[in-house]
């Protein structure tokens, strides 16, 4: 098992950038996929980005595409979401999650999750 805790989220204005981080405590963090996903205020969980266990493999949603990156560091059991050129559709909770079952989890099946960091951007 794997405990996720997550930071860096807060206020910035439009155009603005944050980076948030996740830590993972408990099992080796190299062997689970990664994804960060997020949750406005009176919408459904989307998904954000995923990365595969050794940080080849990154997929982003359209909606952040070009804007945000995920990354990780195996050394440090941290991934990262750095967001830039915020926007405030971009405000939403931002939770990280954890994929034991596959290197690249994608979209969807992770089986940990992070309590979430709350991001507002303002216009």
């Known amino acids: 098992q794997v405990q996720l805790v997550e930071s860096g989220g807060g206020l910035v204005q439009t155009g603005g950038s944050l980076r948030l981080s996740c830590v993972a405590s408990?099992?080796?963090?190299?062997?689970?996929?990664m994804g960060w996903f997020r949750q406005a205020p009176g919408k459904e969980r989307e998904f954000v980005a995923a990365?595969?266990?050794?940080?080849?493999?990154?997929y982003c949603a359209d909606s952040v595409k070009g804007r945000f990156t995920i990354s990780r560091g195996n050394a440090d059991n941290t991934v990262y979401l750095q967001m830039n050129s915020l926007k405030p559709e971009d405000t939403a909770v931002y939770y990280c999650?954890?994929?034991?079952?596959?290197?690249?989890?994608?979209?969807?099946?992770?089986?940990?999750w992070g309590q979430g960091t709350q991001v507002t951007v303002s216009s």
């Open positions: 999650a954890a994929d034991e079952k596959s290197s690249y989890a994608g979209t969807s099946g992770y089986d940990y």
């Open positions: 990365i595969s266990r050794s940080g080849l493999t990154t």
């Open positions: 408990g099992r080796t963090f190299s062997t689970y996929a």
